[in-house]
């Protein structure tokens, strides 16, 4: 156990010495994608963002607040109730979400969630004095929505989810623009099982999910013909536990692999019909989940729209107390963004009441701190 401590401090501070976020300025290579609502696409789970983004998969069934974004995972617990409150503070963002989930006798799990993002803009003004005045308005997106999701016998859970979206973003009426107000839904699988292995007992846990799936939307072109994608986003994640007895502690050492693509059109050049709106901007939501696939306009760009995420986790727990450590990683092609971010979380409970913090240094050239509490009952 002193080993893997040393390998995980050791992990952390070498992740951190070269975490870096490059914007590829200049780089005709460069065919980032972008997408309407992008803000859908971070962490609202404070563990999550500790543990390297990885959401596809849960291992702390017994601890932490039920997965947000694999539905599947709402059924994973052995409680009843779970209910929690998360608070997270990204650069330039702040999140809040309010989750209660029921789970019956029968592995039945259906409840509520209600998330908001809000994010300051600042907006500049010519006075009549022609001095210059910067205001700050504060732009809001929020989704409200229910899950259901069944346990399909020992090992398998399925999931989905159904939302609705609002964001109203600050100076869109200089635009001419009015709220986006749209749906979404989400889809979640999960396997969870136990196995032996030189005599050592071990967990797995996979998980894939689709989210964010939901029509187009006029989230920042004032032209209402050319509308925007969600971000659709697919992910498939692995966990490996190894899990050993103590006294009267249970420590749980967990390392778990996500890779996520989007399931939107590569941006291309092409107006076939000249037209003057790009062929991939006609396409619709579900024609850009199905060409998503094979649409890269260079060799192996599908490839490079493959994000990766790692995370390593020790948690020990005895009846009263939790106490969990966690870093995690996510690196993005170069040609795609290149973001790479680099985290720590931490968790103290006692009694079903969690703390959970994050660090996570990388993302757009900042740090940032995340904390939320969750009560289980």
Known sequence: MKQLLLSLLGCFLMSFATAQTIVVLGNTNANPIFTSVPELQLSQNVQDIGFGGIYAV?????????????????????????????????????????????????????????RAYVFPTDRNFIDANNNLITVTENSLTATAGGFIAKKLGKHWSIGTSLNFLYSKLAGQDLLGLVPTQSFYMDLGVNYHTHFSLKDHNLELNTGLTINHIGPKTNYYSPTPIIKGFLPTKMALAAALTYPVSVNNFKISSTFAYQAEKLLVPTPDTLDNDNNAILDYQERSAFSGMITSFNDGTYYGEEWEEIAHRFGLEVLVSNEKWVFGLRVGAMNQSPRKGNIRTRSIGLTIGRNGYLIHGAYQKGRWRSSAYSLSLSKQI
């Open 58 to 114: 849960n291992p702390r069934h017994d601890y932490a607040s039920s997965n947000l974004k694999n539905p599947a995972m709402m059924s994973s617990t052995d409680r009843t109730w779970n209910t929690s409150l998360n608070f997270s503070n990204q650069p330039l963002i702040y999140q809040g979400e309010l989750q209660v989930a029921y789970q019956n006798k029968k592995g039945l799990s259906y409840g509520g969630l209600i």
